[in-house]
């Protein structure tokens, strides 16, 4: 059996996927935001950037990404802790994917919802943002908390830049006390924990936001 | 997998040049410091592992800390794995890594080791009290390994050279192949030599033994190229510590197992 030092290592472990879950979601919400309504943008400019970025982004693997924030960015000679590159790479991976989620959910509101909205003399910023943003964010929650599940998941790739999350915790131990089932088990017990709520979080707000159809 | 291979082989070639030309002072910096970065595998029981209350122990750990001691300046333990250790030390993440890290001419290309201070062997091992004492008498039977592991290659060479009919039986990795021989799946088992401390140590009903020794690696300090200074400092502090015995203590004292008389250089 697993002491109680382990199992709490382990717990702490938790916290800092969580961590870095929360990290990703929030900063790179807000980057992504940003994102969509530049690759909606009718200047054609802020759209090629949100483009290339997203690209980029999606085109390269996350952990060769947070192996470049990490070893990268020492070799050109700044010092960065694990953890802050672990965060930099995460917000940058989850910018592109959330930006690219709302475009479609942005691009799925009928055409005729801008032209009515328009009919009540709203402002163009108004337009977007009270009649077509809420309607997009509705259609985009499944893929969104899907990708959100993602994002808890893919944070055990920072264990290859060494911080120390609930994977690199659990091989770190069964290593040590060669008891992987109990190990293992007791790790996706904690990512089922973090990961249920979401899922529950995102029926949820599909109820919620599923006013015209009610 | 070879995604990160890639990656790393790229990341180091950059660090390569970067690092080229400019002979650095890292004993200096250490002394200065006050405090050495020392990488260590703490995945690599009995090398490096974590204790029922989450303490670093282990051989590699006893080790760095004796080199701070020699140095006299503070231990700072930089947990590194495998596959990441050359570039922690590449990109000054660290300033030598103690790390199960075995001396080979692929890695000599990019980094520098100290004097071998200790050994990594595998060995042939088996359960119930089979005896065996070579390659010949594993003929007409099961032998697992990990798949693709050094191991495994030595192994089947050895085999193929001896013309010795055996089937191999190969599993994803350590964890699995030591199931298979504690299930009794086979009862002849291709390890590193120090695996079996800790794996015996977890199940002592079905002990897996010992018979003869396939290979002999050394295992090293790892440290940059052009680092003359400590090198040399290094060199010396393995020499005295192996004459006066106290590396052989720490490497008794978690592998059960004496070092060679003399540790091959490669």
Known sequence: ?214 | MNIRNLTLAALTAVGLVAAAGASADTLGDIRERGAINVGIDLGQAPFGMVDGSMKQVGSDVETAKALAEGLGVKLNVVTVAPANRIPFLMTGKVDVVVASFSITEERKKQVDFSKPYAVSEVVVATTGGLALSGPADLAGRQVAVTRASTNDSLITDALKADNVDASIVRYDDNAMTTNAVLSGQQDVYVVAQSLLVPINEANPSRKIEPQFVLRTYPLAVGLRKNEPELKAWLDTWVTENLANGKLNGIYETFHHAKLPDVIPDA
């Open chain 1, 1 to 214: 059996m697993l002491t109680s030092f382990q199992i709490q290592a382990l717990l702490v472990a938790a916290l800092w996927t969580a961590g870095l879950s929360l990290i990703a979601f929030s900063l790179g919400g807000a980057v992504g935001l940003l994102i969509a309504v530049m690759r909606v943008s009718a200047n054609r400019v802020l759209r090629a950037i949100s483009f290339t970025y997203i690209q980029i982004v999606q085109g390269t693997p996350l952990l060769v990404q947070m192996m470049l924030a990490f070893f990268g960015l020492s070799i050109l000679g700044f010092s960065i802790e694990p953890f802050t590159a672990a965060s930099a790479a995460m917000v940058i991976y989850s910018s592109a994917y959330f930006g690219e989620i709302w475009r479609g959910g942005i691009l799925a509101v009928p055409k005729t919802q801008w032209e009515a909205a328009e009919c009540l003399a709203l402002h163009p910023f108004q337009r977007f943002w009270l009649i077509i943003v809420p309607q997009g964010l509705r259609i985009s929650t499944p893929p969104t908390v899907g990708f959100m599940v993602q994002i808890v998941k893919n944070t055990s790739l920072a264990s290859v830049i060494g911080v120390a999350e609930l994977t690199y915790t659990s091989k770190l131990i069964n290593n040590s006390t060669f008891q992987p089932f109990t190990v293992f088990s007791l790790v996706a017990v904690l990512y089922f924990c973090m990961c249920y709520p979401l899922a529950w979080w995102s029926r949820k707000l599909e109820d919620k936001l599923n006013v015209a159809h009610r």
